[in-house]
Structures are given as C-alpha cells and as structure tokens.
C-alpha cells in the first residue's frame, strides 16, 4: 500500500528513523512521496532513491559519522582556530563531506538533480536566514531565479542539515543576492503540514516519524539557570511551528520516538548505542502499528 512519509529532524539521533522505516517496511507500507528536515532529509532522501531498510541500514552501518566534521585546515591547532572560523566562516565544521556523501550514494541510484526523481517524489526544508523565512526545496527554488529541477538534490540536503554554529550556513547565490541557508529545523523541524493540511483531502495516508516524545504527553522543563534556558530557548523555537500544527487528530498518524539522553551532534557514538537507537526506532513503530487506524 501506498503512503506518504515525514521524518523529522534530530542530527546523529536519526539512526532511530531507520529503524522505524525498516518495520513500516515490513508492515508492507511503500512511500509515494517523503518530506524531511535536517536527519529526516537525509533518511527521506534515500527512500526517494529506491533504497530499501536493510541498505540503508548498512550505509549507516558503515558510515564513520565523524568524517562529516570536517575542520578547515590551519597551521595552528584547532582547538585555536575553531573559535576564529566559527567567527567568520559561521560554523565550526564545511559541511563538504556530507554533501559528498550524499551525492555518491544517490549517484549509485543514478540521482543528481531533482529531476532524476519523479514530481513531488521527495521535499526537504532549509531556512534562509537572509531572508528570515522557511524554505521547502525543491518548491521554492523559482522564488530565487533557480530552476527546481537543475538544483543537487545532495545540495539541498546539506542546507536542510546545516545545523547552526556547527555547521557552516550554505550560500544560495541568486538573483544578486546570496542568501544563508541553515538547518530547516530552526523554523520546522516536522514539516508533516506539506502532505496532511486541515480541510484538505489526502491523496493517501500519511505516516510521521518523529524524535521526540508526543508533544501532549511530554514533561515540563525544569529552567534553573542560563544554559538551561538557551537550552528551553532554542527547542521552543524550533517546535513552536509544529507544535501548533499537530493536534491530537495528528497525533494518531506519527510514530513519536523518545531519544532523550542523546545529543543532535554526538558523532562519536559507539556501534552498541547506534544500534540501541535503531532498536528502539523498530520498538516504538511496531507498538504505533498495534493500534494504528488509517
């Protein structure tokens, strides 16, 4: 049966999203079309290439995550220079390699630009600080004298993954302007809203997976001092969107996956807790499958 699918963001944590997918898989689910921010974009990415659960799960099995923390280099140690490239490069890493990445394995599936896949087949969110707004990709592109079809599909992923301070923005040159294009979960981090709109009929079903707890369900923060609060801060405004979006007749339709414990940007994780987050990704899809009603 056909679906349409939403991952979500949560950088290194996205390994749980590969578990979830390979049970929907399993549950004979096939996905039509696949919308994604920041892991989710990448997750999404390779199901729009025709990859199945195992392979993905083998690309990540295989993948040295620590490779996409690529430092410029400098004679002077890192630890000296990192803080004057996050002052004038505005991030802490290129972002180069995980663009690489991306293009190589979607190059096996003979995938370059987003006209190598079928209409509305993937769309990915990035956010256009210049510009202060939310950015669906390929969609947007005409806004900025681009046309969708000839834009890299690995390029649009590293926009919607280009996680603030840590990553450097990526520059959209158009139309005489250059506009900074950062991680799309500042501003949607679950953009379930592009397939499953109010008073709208869906074409088909439409699945979410999500790294978070149900937005009803989850525990009040505890602030009690300044980094707790940027902490409250950013996650607010991250969710704020989202969290308006999905009411409870949303709810029914997402596969919520708790991964609290593990930061976005812990890259050094060891195999064991790689595959902890895949087990509970599988956990948390086939308990969603045991009562879902589509």
């Not at 944590?13 to 390979?22: D, I, P, Q, R, T």
């Not at 000296?80 to 490069?89: A, D, H, N, P, S």
């Not at 630009?113 to 087949?121: C, R, Y």
């Amino acid at each position: 049966m056909f679906i349409d699918g939403v991952f979500s963001g949560g950088g290194i944590k996205g390994f749980a999203l590969v578990g979830a997918y390979e049970v929907v898989e399993k549950r004979g689910f096939r996905f039509k079309r696949v919308a994604g921010t920041s892991a989710g974009s990448i997750v999404a990415a390779l199901i729009a290439a025709q990859y199945t659960s195992d392979e993905i799960a083998e690309l990540m099995k295989e993948l040295d995550v620590k490779t996409f923390m690529d430092d410029r280099k400098a004679f002077i140690p890192f630890a000296v220079t990192k803080w004057i490239f996050l002052y004038w490069r505005l991030g802490l890493y290129k972002g180069a390699e995980l663009e690489k990445w991306m293009a190589e394995k979607l190059a096996i599936r003979g995938i370059k630009t987003f006209s190598d896949l079928p209409p509305q087949a993937l769309r990915v969110v990035a956010s256009d600080l210049t510009n202060g707004r939310l950015v669906v990709l390929p969609d947007d592109l005409p806004n900025y004298g681009i046309d969708p079809g000839s834009f890299s599909v690995a390029k649009a992923i590293r926009m919607s993954c280009s996680l603030p301070y840590f990553f450097e923005p990526v520059k959209l040159h158009a139309q005489n302007q250059t506009s900074l294009m950062v991680d799309g979960g500042v501003l949607s981090n679950f953009p379930m809203w592009l397939f499953d709109k109010e008073n709208v009929k869906k074409v088909r079903p439409v699945l979410g997976v999500k790294l978070s707890h149900n937005l009803n369900e989850r525990e009040p923060k505890k602030i009690n001092n300044a980094f707790k609060l940027y902490e409250a801060l950013f996650e607010t405004m991250k969710d704020a969107h989202d969290a308006r979006y999905i009411s409870r007749k949303h709810a029914q339709n997402i596969i919520f996956i708790p991964t609290d414990g593990v930061l976005a940007t812990e890259f050094e994780l060891t195999e064991e807790r790689r595959n902890d987050l895949l087990e509970l990704g599988r956990q948390c899809a086939q308990e969603f499958f045991s009562k879902w009603s589509y």
